[in-house]
């Protein structure tokens, strides 16, 4: 049974989750509180079967608009990797690119600093038209290397333009997102969640076993160290694929002409 989340919202749609940030007064900004609520949401992916994509989004007129500084510093200091709240809020991300679910991000109006970042952890990101996106901590006085995008800008955009947003705070609108790979669909505001259940759609037609080993390879091919290392993760998780009933029901199914029944098996 879900916890009774207050600043995020979960709805349960066949097998993908729809996660809504949900503190559309304050833009979705961050507290310590949502940022609570969002570790143990993807804490407990990892165990969850029945999950097999989540689809993340914002309510109201943003995805997200970063920290909330009016909130921060207020009541308990949440304590995480021994830098405090820096490493509470920073754990976050390093749980949705561990979940073995895909994660579809949907973006619309300011997704700044924190809520940047939310978008570039997502495994996949479409944008709506609205949608405008920075790297804000180096306008606060602070460094662009933060939350991850550090790591994640450069592999989606490479370095000059992960330099270009990081280095100066700008913006980045949906258009020029489209041109540099940033998201890979812009569609109007809309039609976000129906394009995304296009998506989910497509996904949940893999078997769950290869969805998740996906996700996984691409996330180590993506760091290893050769093409020998890339072909070893990809041997293993073929292997593991191929031992699965879920394998010999993809091959009927593919002769026999008819979508495949998966038992996760």
Known sequence: MRPNYETIRIERRGAADWLTLNRPDALNAITAQMVDELGDYFGGLVQDR???VVVMRGAGRAFCAGLDLKAFGAGETPFGSGFGFQGFLADIYVKMHRCPQPIVA???????GGGFA???AADIRIAGESARMNAAFIRLGLSACDLGVSYFLPRTVGRSVAADLMLTGRFIDARRAL???LVSEVVPDD??????????ADMLAASPMGLRLTKEGLNLAIDAPSLEAAMAIENRNQTLCARTG???EGMRAFIEKRKPIYKDA
């Open 106 to 112: 949907l973006v619309h109006g300011a997704a700044a």
């Open 191 to 200: 039609r976000l969640e129906q394009t995304a259940e296009g998506y989910v």
């Open 246 to 248: 879920d394998f010999a």
């Open 50 to 52: 029945t999950c097999r």
């Open 118 to 120: 939310f978008a570039l």
């Open 179 to 181: 041109l540099t790979g």
